[in-house]
């Protein structure tokens, strides 16, 4: 039951070009989507995130955008970096406080 | 940044012996979580505590699990009997309250072995 989808494994993109990652969920309960990214052997850190009742919300070279209608959130990285390389991953809070998490994208930036 | 620390970082067991996992989340924070990742796999929901109890668990978590909050810091999840699909690397992390717009912070994870 996979409630939380990253349908991308992968993803390689030039460095200073635009990085977006995709993210599906099925559970219209959710009320707040996140973002997190993951260096090897270190937990998971915030990046950004998103209420329910928004559809756009940027924080500097970050933006996501939530289309409630799809069931779909994005995460837009520009201009991509060199240290943007990492996993990301989406995750998705239910009114329970739980959080579930998307299987993650492995982000490459090619200098 | 006050963050959430995880010891030990790394962890080796034969199979059938019982682990500790142990976590010092925030200090004001009150919900607390235990993540798992096996390799290559997406971050999958253990259990989460609140006040002192525990608020929701997931299939994963068996009769093999617990968790406590033995003091006002510690927070730690044992594993009775390990096996070898318990290989994985677990992740605490907590939330100040459980109000909108709350973020979990991750601990950088311990990761387990088990032979």
């Known amino acids: 039951d996979q409630q939380v989808k990253q349908n991308s494994p992968s993803l390689s993109v030039q460095e200073g070009r635009i990085s977006i990652l995709n993210c599906d969920y099925t559970?219209?309960?959710?009320?707040?989507f996140l973002w997190y990214k993951k260096y090897p052997a270190e937990g998971p850190t915030f990046l950004i995130s998103?209420?329910?009742?928004?559809d756009k919300n940027e924080d500097g070279r970050f933006t996501v955008f939530l289309n409630k209608s799809a069931k779909h959130l994005s995460l837009h990285i520009v201009p991509s970096q060199p240290g943007d390389s990492a996993v990301y991953f989406c995750?998705?809070?239910?009114?329970?406080?739980?959080?579930?998490f998307g299987t993650g994208t492995s982000l490459t930036v090619i200098p | 940044e006050p963050e959430v620390t995880q010891t030990p970082s790394h962890q080796v067991t034969q199979m059938g012996q019982e682990v500790i996992l142990r976590c010092v989340p925030i200090s004001n924070h009150l919900y607390f979580y235990w993540y798992r990742q096996i390799l290559g796999q997406k971050v999958e929901f253990l259990v989460s505590?609140?006040?002192?109890?525990?608020?929701?668990k997931s299939e994963i978590f068996d009769d093999q699990f617990s968790v406590e909050r033995p003091d006002g810091s510690n927070f730690t999840l044992k594993i009775r009997s390990t096996k070898l699909e318990d290989s994985a690397m677990y992740f605490c992390a907590s939330t100040r309250t459980g109000g909108i717009n709350e973020k979990l912070f991750f601990g950088s994870g311990t990761q387990l072995s088990v032979l």
């Open positions: 559970n219209s309960m959710f009320d707040y």
């Open positions: 998103i209420s329910s009742i928004k």
């Open positions: 995750a998705a809070r239910n009114t329970g406080n739980q959080f579930y």
């Open positions: 505590f609140y006040n002192n109890e525990i608020s929701e």
